[in-house]
């Protein structure tokens, strides 16, 4: 069964340090991953998909398949990026969208 | 202003009762989700439907139901065999264009009293 793991509830780190939001898949066809992000008293919105293999708001994630992981990484944290973080995965059949248990980034001054 | 619109924003239902989640699209997107949020668990999937008049169960359907006779809209009533229906919901779209991801509405808090 396809299943999207983020281990960590909350993560604290100080403005202008690394961060970096753990996501690990299962899933036993090929996946599509996502990001999304929820700051406060907003929707949820698209932070970066892997196919597009872009850099948003300094955020990049690399999909590795072998260790199933696609991470979210920001070599110096704003105090702006403070919100809630998601990773999805996208079924090939079905279309159907898994996430994760969300991330709470914290990004103090 | 284009987008996903769901209401009510703050629900209160009596045990007992059914009560009916509203999720408007004019994106003029095909397929259509339904999640519950609740903490600590992430997003997951209750409903989906991909095309007009035809809808599939997601991992969490039991006590929910679903329509969708027109295109962009895709109600969701919670029932009351619904066990613990207390939560937030959040309704999404999605295009059939490659590369299209999902997009979601604000979502409906709804409180059991």
């Known amino acids: 069964a396809q299943r999207v793991t983020q281990p960590e509830k909350l993560l604290s780190v100080f403005k202008g340090a690394p961060v970096e939001l753990k996501c690990n898949y299962s899933?036993?066809?090929?996946?599509?991953l996502f990001w999304y992000v929820q700051y406060s008293r907003q929707r949820l919105q698209l932070l970066l998909r892997?196919?597009s293999r872009e850099s948003i708001k300094g955020f990049t994630a690399d999909l590795n398949k072998g260790e199933t992981s696609f991470h979210l990484k920001k070599p110096f944290a704003q105090e702006e990026d403070s919100a809630m973080y998601y990773c999805?995965?996208?079924?090939?059949?079905?279309?159907?969208?898994?996430f994760g248990s969300g991330t709470k980034l914290n990004v103090k001054p | 202003d284009g987008g996903i619109t769901q209401s009510p924003k703050y629900l209160f239902r009596k045990e007992g009762q059914n009560v009916t989640l509203s999720c408007e699209q004019n994106?003029?997107?095909?397929?259509m989700y339904w999640y519950r949020q609740d903490p600590g668990q992430g997003l997951r999937l209750i409903y989906y439907?991909?095309?007009?008049?035809?809808?599939q169960k997601g991992d969490i359907a039991e006590g929910y139901s679903v329509s969708r006779e027109k295109k962009e809209s895709f109600p969701l009533t919670v029932t009351s065999a619904q066990k613990n229906p207390t939560a937030f919901y959040l309704c999404?779209?999605?295009?059939?264009?490659?590369?299209?991801?999902?997009?979601f509405g604000e979502g409906s808090w709804l409180t059991v009293v």
């Open positions: 999404a779209s999605r295009g059939f264009s490659v590369g299209n991801t999902i997009y």
């Open positions: 439907s991909q095309i007009v008049n035809d809808f």
């Open positions: 994106l003029n997107h095909d397929a």
């Open positions: 999805a995965l996208r079924t090939n059949n079905f279309n159907k969208f898994y």
């Open positions: 892997h196919i």
């Open positions: 899933y036993s066809g090929s996946p599509e």
